[in-house]
Protein backbone atom coordinates (compact mmCIF):
# COMPACT_ATOMS: atom_id res chain seq x y z
CA UNK A 1 0.00 0.00 0.00
CA UNK A 2 2.11 2.73 1.14
CA UNK A 3 5.47 3.16 3.09
CA UNK A 4 5.08 3.60 7.06
CA UNK A 5 7.79 5.86 6.99
CA UNK A 6 5.83 8.85 5.51
CA UNK A 7 2.89 8.13 8.20
CA UNK A 8 3.50 10.92 10.72
CA UNK A 9 1.37 9.04 12.92
CA UNK A 10 4.33 6.15 12.70
CA UNK A 11 6.97 8.53 13.20
CA UNK A 12 5.08 9.64 16.47
CA UNK A 13 4.65 6.16 17.82
CA UNK A 14 8.57 5.39 16.84
CA UNK A 15 9.80 8.20 19.07
CA UNK A 16 7.65 6.87 22.20
CA UNK A 17 8.73 4.00 22.04
CA UNK A 18 12.12 4.64 21.61
CA UNK A 19 11.54 6.69 24.74
CA UNK A 20 10.59 4.46 26.64
CA UNK A 21 13.24 1.37 26.00
CA UNK A 22 15.35 4.04 26.91
CA UNK A 23 13.28 5.34 30.36
CA UNK A 24 15.74 3.45 32.72
CA UNK A 25 13.08 4.29 35.85
CA UNK A 26 11.23 1.36 34.40
CA UNK A 27 14.48 -0.96 35.17
CA UNK A 28 14.53 0.30 39.17
CA UNK A 29 12.66 -2.41 40.79
CA UNK A 30 10.68 -5.86 40.18
CA UNK A 31 7.38 -4.00 39.98
CA UNK A 32 8.80 -1.88 37.53
CA UNK A 33 10.35 -4.23 35.68
CA UNK A 34 7.18 -6.29 35.28
CA UNK A 35 5.19 -2.72 34.13
CA UNK A 36 7.91 -1.52 31.95
CA UNK A 37 8.11 -4.70 30.01
CA UNK A 38 4.48 -4.87 29.14
CA UNK A 39 4.54 -1.17 28.61
CA UNK A 40 7.43 -1.32 26.47
CA UNK A 41 5.65 -3.82 24.18
CA UNK A 42 2.90 -2.57 23.94
CA UNK A 43 3.75 1.09 23.00
CA UNK A 44 6.49 -0.88 20.45
CA UNK A 45 3.15 -2.40 18.98
CA UNK A 46 1.59 0.72 17.87
CA UNK A 47 4.40 1.33 15.65
CA UNK A 48 4.85 -2.32 14.52
CA UNK A 49 1.42 -2.42 13.63
CA UNK A 50 1.14 0.87 11.85
CA UNK A 51 4.58 -0.25 9.96
CA UNK A 52 2.53 -3.82 9.08
CA UNK A 53 -0.72 -2.53 8.18
CA UNK A 54 0.61 0.16 5.52
CA UNK A 55 2.40 -2.95 3.64
CA UNK A 56 -1.28 -4.72 3.77
CA UNK A 57 -2.81 -5.51 0.22
CA UNK A 58 -6.17 -3.93 1.15
CA UNK A 59 -7.48 -0.78 2.88
CA UNK A 60 -9.92 -3.33 4.78
CA UNK A 61 -6.81 -4.82 6.30
CA UNK A 62 -4.89 -1.92 7.12
CA UNK A 63 -7.67 -0.24 8.95
CA UNK A 64 -7.58 -4.13 11.01
CA UNK A 65 -3.65 -2.84 11.39
CA UNK A 66 -4.94 0.10 12.72
CA UNK A 67 -7.68 -0.86 15.26
CA UNK A 68 -5.14 -3.19 16.61
CA UNK A 69 -2.90 -0.30 17.04
CA UNK A 70 -5.39 1.94 18.76
CA UNK A 71 -5.61 -0.88 20.88
CA UNK A 72 -2.21 -1.08 22.04
CA UNK A 73 -2.38 2.44 22.55
CA UNK A 74 -5.16 2.79 25.14
CA UNK A 75 -3.11 -0.66 26.67
CA UNK A 76 0.26 2.27 26.71
CA UNK A 77 -2.35 4.83 28.85
CA UNK A 78 -3.34 2.50 31.25
CA UNK A 79 -0.11 0.89 31.75
CA UNK A 80 1.32 4.70 31.78
CA UNK A 81 -0.92 5.49 34.63
CA UNK A 82 -0.86 2.63 36.56
CA UNK A 83 3.21 3.46 36.72
CA UNK A 84 2.89 7.23 37.52
CA UNK A 85 0.50 5.77 40.44
CA UNK A 86 2.75 3.52 41.90
CA UNK A 87 5.39 6.09 41.56
CA UNK A 88 7.58 3.64 39.50
CA UNK A 89 7.96 6.73 36.77
CA UNK A 90 8.34 10.69 37.69
CA UNK A 91 4.69 11.81 36.94
CA UNK A 92 6.19 14.63 34.73
CA UNK A 93 7.19 11.69 32.15
CA UNK A 94 4.46 10.31 32.48
CA UNK A 95 2.08 12.69 32.12
CA UNK A 96 3.73 14.21 28.71
CA UNK A 97 3.62 10.08 27.75
CA UNK A 98 -0.36 10.21 28.57
CA UNK A 99 -0.23 13.69 26.19
CA UNK A 100 1.91 11.62 23.34
CA UNK A 101 -0.27 8.21 23.37
CA UNK A 102 -4.07 10.19 23.55
CA UNK A 103 -2.47 12.36 20.63
CA UNK A 104 -1.51 9.02 18.64
CA UNK A 105 -4.96 7.44 19.48
CA UNK A 106 -6.30 11.31 18.00
CA UNK A 107 -4.11 10.34 14.51
CA UNK A 108 -4.99 6.77 14.72
CA UNK A 109 -8.64 7.15 14.92
CA UNK A 110 -8.42 9.90 11.92
CA UNK A 111 -6.30 7.72 9.46
CA UNK A 112 -8.45 4.94 10.35
CA UNK A 113 -11.86 6.83 9.38
CA UNK A 114 -9.74 7.70 5.62
CA UNK A 115 -8.43 4.37 5.28
CA UNK A 116 -12.19 2.98 5.62
CA UNK A 117 -13.98 6.10 3.83
CA UNK A 118 -11.62 5.72 0.77
CA UNK A 119 -13.58 5.91 -2.48
CA UNK A 120 -10.51 3.90 -4.06
CA UNK A 121 -11.19 0.63 -2.31
Known sequence: MISHERLAVWHRAHRLSVALLAERALDASPAAIGIGGQL??????VAANIAEG???PTHAAFARYLGI???SAHEVDAL???ARDARLVPAAEADAWLREAYELRAMLFALRRRVLHDPRR
Not at 40 to 45: E, G, K, L, N
Request: glycine share 6%; hydrophobic share 55%; aromatic share 0%.
Open 54 to 56: AGS
Open 80 to 82: VRI
Open 69 to 71: AIA
Open 40 to 45: RRATVS
